[in-house]
């Protein structure tokens, strides 16, 4: 049964292609500075902007980053999103399986939705007292079972970028 006053949303996420995406909820105002510094502690050529929704007190959209522009675009897609705790890294030069440990590792992180450089909707419900992350859409589905020779493409391009031996 719905609760009165429930609804959904959707907002897709605004990025150029070459720029990676995390999401993530966490629950107080020093993740900004703690996640500015787990991503600068990744690499020295990691370009990020981050933006984080605050929940309480000020109510605002706190920001860091080392790029300016990516900084915006992640204050953009934080107001869009516009649930309480939520946080939205952008990442240039770098992955996010660079840097997702580090991420996760910040003591006030809670989870992750996704870390992507796909498309990405972010689902959202409102009440009366918010709006919250209910989950996210990343790319497209499925349209087959791999093959063998699939398999051996996957295999290659891993060791061809250095992810595997």
Same mark, same amino acid.
């Given at each position: 049964?719905?609760?009165?006053?429930?609804?959904?949303?959707?907002?897709?996420?605004?990025?150029?292609?070459?720029?990676?995406?995390?999401?993530?909820?966490?629950?107080?105002?020093?993740?900004?500075?703690?996640?500015?510094?787990?991503?600068?502690?990744?690499?020295?050529?990691?370009?990020?902007?981050?933006?984080? =929704?605050?929940?309480?007190?000020?109510?605002?959209?706190?920001?860091?980053?080392?790029?300016?522009?990516?900084?915006?675009?992640?204050?953009?897609?934080?107001?869009?999103?516009?649930?309480?705790?939520?946080?939205?890294?952008?990442?240039?030069? $770098?992955?996010?399986?660079?840097?997702?440990?580090?991420?996760?590792?910040?003591?006030?992180? =809670?989870?992750?939705? =996704?870390?992507?450089?796909?498309?990405?909707?972010?689902?959202?419900?409102?009440?009366?007292?918010?709006?919250?992350?209910?989950?996210?859409?990343?790319?497209?589905?499925?349209? $087959?079972?791999?093959?063998?020779?699939?398999?051996?493409?996957?295999?290659?391009?891993?060791?061809?970028?250095?992810?595997?031996?």
């Amino acid at each position: 049964m719905a609760a009165a006053g429930l609804s959904f949303d959707v907002v897709s996420i605004e990025k150029p292609d070459d720029v990676n995406v995390i999401i993530g909820q966490s629950h107080f105002i020093k993740t900004v500075e703690d996640l500015h510094e787990a991503l600068v502690g990744v690499s020295p050529h990691l370009r990020f902007g981050l933006a984080f =929704c605050e929940a309480s007190g000020a109510c605002l959209v706190r920001r860091s980053g080392n790029d300016d522009a990516l900084v915006r675009l992640a204050v953009t897609n934080a107001q869009a999103i516009g649930a309480g705790h939520s946080f939205v890294i952008l990442l240039r030069e $770098g992955y996010p399986v660079n840097v997702l440990n580090s991420v996760k590792a910040v003591p006030e992180v =809670c989870g992750i939705f =996704c870390a992507t450089a796909n498309p990405v909707d972010v689902l959202l419900a409102a009440t009366e007292r918010g709006r919250g992350v209910v989950g996210v859409i990343d790319g497209v589905p499925p349209v $087959g079972v791999e093959t063998e020779a699939d398999a051996a493409d996957r295999h290659r391009l891993l060791r061809q970028i250095g992810y595997k031996l």
